[in-house]
């Protein structure tokens, strides 16, 4: 059966500019006009460059080729390698994600920078979450890194409010104690995606991260994007698809570490700076810097305390309460067994252990009630 679709039109994008520090792109979509924004500390690419990978994801989604202007009616101008690279990623997005295609990009051939631009004094950014990841990157690369780059918009939005002024001015201190510059950076780019439904932390993520280290060409001739999810998985951000986003300007480095997350928390645990800052709770409308209580706080929580650190921001002393009441899903009970057995050979307390057996029976038992509940529902379905 052919799944039916929407038909699809040219999408036109038309990058408007604000001023020295504030970019915009103004999107017809054949299912609406969108405005996206993004905004830095520092001053930005205001040019075409930046909003490739942001509306070429989005065209993926919903339109059939996706044409770039520089104003009303002036053609934008791409790099070669910035046209190849969207290409091949593309590509490969189309071959992960039934839900988008490979679709071609109109747009004027710019000069290559790598020629016209001598070699400068710009620097080396990281993308600065205040996360596991973040910090195991920076501590990796901490004597390349000379910017430490925070974004709001993504995971955190300003609309969170007090949520997002503690992580931002956390986020200042951390980078002061590092040595290294913060870039403040505010972006949109998401409040057009969700309602175009490009999925965010599966697909449009990655892009998203591109446009925002495009955006920093004045000042950042490379960005670190630390890794997240195992290099197995279909991921926005992926080492495969990262670097295909650069431009001759600012090249793009997925930081190729797959280790296991527990063995990153490890890694990080006896280094202060992450232990004092360090920021895993994406719980929405979080008052509180780390709420406690979801399974990436404790969890995070309970790594720290294997590893036998200590962390002002996420307290390794995790209560037997707390750790029962952890929503665990199914998929997650390996990192808690893995915990439990390392406690247990480390001797930790008897009233720990028997929660962490507590909270790995309850999702086992809730995994076999869901397998029923499906059965189930498939006899039921055929019967019919
Ligand atoms: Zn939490």
Redesign the pocket.
């Known amino acids: 059966m052919i799944p039916l679709r929407r038909p699809r039109r040219p999408m036109i994008a038309t990058v408007e500019q604000r001023d020295a520090h504030g970019t915009a792109v103004r999107l017809d979509t054949g299912r609406g006009h969108f405005t996206a924004e993004t905004s830095a500390s520092v001053p930005i690419d205001t040019g075409v460059a930046p909003w490739v990978p942001a509306t070429y994801a989005l065209a993926m989604r919903v339109a059939d080729s996706l044409e770039l202007r520089a104003g009303t009616g002036v053609t934008g101008h791409v790099d070669r390698e910035q046209r190849a690279g969207a290409a091949a990623a593309g590509a490969m997005f189309a071959s992960w994600f039934p839900e988008v295609d490979a679709v071609p990009m109109e747009a004027g051939l710019a000069g290559n920078d790598i020629v016209r631009v001598p070699r400068d004094g710009r620097g080396v950014g990281c993308f600065f979450s205040l996360g596991v990841d973040s910090f195991h990157a920076v501590r990796k690369h901490r004597d390349e890194i000379t910017h430490l780059i925070f974004v709001l918009g993504m995971d955190l939005d300003e609309h969170d409010g007090s949520a997002a002024a503690l992580a931002t001015e956390r986020a200042r201190a951390a980078a002061t104690e590092l040595g290294k510059e913060l870039i403040v950076v505010r972006t949109t780019v998401r409040r057009v995606s969700d309602p175009l439904r490009v999925p965010w932390p599966r697909l449009y993520f990655g892009p998203a991260l591109a446009h925002v280290a495009l955006c920093l060409a004045p000042t950042l001739s490379a960005v670190i994007v630390p890794s997240s999810p195992p290099i197995t998985s279909r991921h926005g951000s992926h080492p495969y698809v990262d670097p295909l986003w650069s431009s001759s300007r600012v090249r793009i480095v997925h930081d190729d570490d797959d280790a296991w997350r527990p063995t990153k928390i490890a890694e990080i645990a006896d280094w202060a700076p992450a232990m004092r800052f360090l920021r895993?709770?994406?719980?929405e409308q979080?008052e509180t810097y780390?709420?406690?209580?979801?399974?990436?706080?404790?969890s995070t929580a309970l790594c720290i305390r294997v590893a036998g650190g200590s962390s002002a921001a996420l307290s390794p002393d995790v209560s037997p309460e707390t750790i029962r009441a952890m929503p665990l899903a199914p998929e997650h009970t390996d990192r808690v067994e893995w915990i439990r057995d390392r406690l247990r050979e480390q001797g930790d307390d008897p009233s720990v252990l028997a929660a962490l057996d507590d909270a790995i029976a309850g999702a086992h038992r809730r995994s076999r009630l869901q397998g029923i509940a499906e059965r189930v529902n498939e006899e039921i379905y055929l019967r019919l």
Do not use: M
Request: hydrophobic fraction near 30%.
């Open positions: 895993v709770c994406y719980q979080a780390n709420c406690e209580r979801c399974f990436k706080c404790v």
